[in-house]
């Protein structure tokens, strides 16, 4: 019967891709280009603003501006956002800041008086009046942060301990030897005390450790009901393992972690997470001498010259801090943002290089509990369900939108920018819609242990819009027969 699993998966594999029932708003502009959105049942969209410098981290302040940060000019801007009947338009835009090489991370204070951003070098502050949409009193918090790849430094204030500020800083490359030792600062999040400051904080000596071994962890949120930090990892490309190349389905990006600011006590708070010697496992059956392993098991690769030509063991691997969920290899997670209720995770995937059919570029959601631990199991294949996509990935990069930052509004829609289209887009939920199940997820098709037999090459472009296609095209009753064809087999 495996055989006839593997034929299935070929066959849902070469069916036509079908994106999903489209609801778009006639608010606003199109999207750039030859960009086609694609939604999930409930959903719709509209853009707001167009033109932006690559914006990358976004929020918005208590007077209603959506800052955003300009990598492109290095700038955080304001915008005034005007609403009439459900849409929401630019006013006026202004920068907020000068260029200072401001890059991804932004944040505001509950109070709304202080901004704080990032540059690859250093986090900044200012006092921030909302109303004027200016900065005064520019102040360094955090420095000594240069590297040579990879260059985000995201920003989060925790509401649980107030005062703290977190900073995520990845590798120097991608797989950085410097990594393994804690005193290089490389791959770790840290937080900062902003009360009892006297200095400017080195990243590398100063600072509590919530984890390392993250080899670029860029998105992180707080959940609002247990005080948990949450991130999530863009892990390695180009990897070998016993001199087999597995890297177009391995290693899995990571939802990690990394314990409390509140004074809960976690064990495994400021722990080892693995890199550079160990990594997440998506595609188990592609991984040489597997036995061991299923999915989000750690496993070791080669030694290279990357790594100083060393390496180290899967029995070493499994003792180190594991990822609680995690995703198809090399979707590249960016963001994440709690709802109110705790409930959803929402997270950005802005998208491949390192995979001949792309993957990513999308927003998608994660079922969570309100104590604060994801629904789903670390082996899930299917945790994150998702809503805003691309209509068709085979033309990405270059034709598709890439999101990047989020910031959630009262109302609970959320604003995502596009760091490749210069734009920011609004998604909203309608009354009484809900995310989507696990049935209707594109994320993609994995091997959950050795044993299985099927490949993971059914997470190609289009395979996941097949699922979820509407069904008035045939294949709604082809996926409701998928459980009974599993348990069967």
Known sequence: MKSFSVMLAASLASLPSLSRAQSSSSCGPAPSGSIQPSLASGFSYQVVATGLSKPRGILLDGAGNLLVVESGRGVVSAHTLNEQNGCVTVGTSSDV????????????????KTLYASSPESVYSWSYDGAAKNVSKEETIVANMTTDDHTTRTL???????????????????????????????????????????????????????????????????????????????????????GVDVHENNPAEELNFLGYLNGTSYAGQGGNFGYPWCFSAWNV?????????????????????DSDNQNRTDAYCAQQEAARLVFQAHMAPLDIKFNNSGTEAWITFHGSWDRTDPVGYKMSVVSFKQDGEPVDSSTSLTAARDVFANEDNSKCPDGCFRPVGMAIDPQGRIYVSSDASGEVYLISKASGASIPTASSTSSGTATATASTSASASATSKGAANIISAPKSSGFGVLAGLLPLLAWML
């Open 285 to 305: 059956s592609e991984l040489p001498n597997n036995g061991n392993l299923s999915v989000g098991s750690q496993f070791a690769i080669d030694a290279s010259s």
């Open 156 to 242: 989060l204030l925790s509401q649980k301990a107030p005062g703290l500020l977190v900073v995520t800083r990845g590798s120097t490359a991608n797989i950085d030897f410097d990594a393994a030792s804690l005193s290089s600062g490389h791959s770790q999040v840290k937080a900062f005390n902003l009360q009892n400051r006297t200095n400017v904080y080195d990243f590398d000596s100063d600072g509590l450790r919530l984890g390392w071994g993250l080899r670029n962890d860029v998105g992180v949120a707080e959940h609002p009901g247990s005080g948990g930090i949450y991130t999530v990892e863009n892990s390695a490309d180009q990897l070998t393992r016993m």
């Open 97 to 112: 800041t000068a260029n200072m090489s401001l890059n991804h991370g932004i944040a505001l204070s509950s109070d709304g």
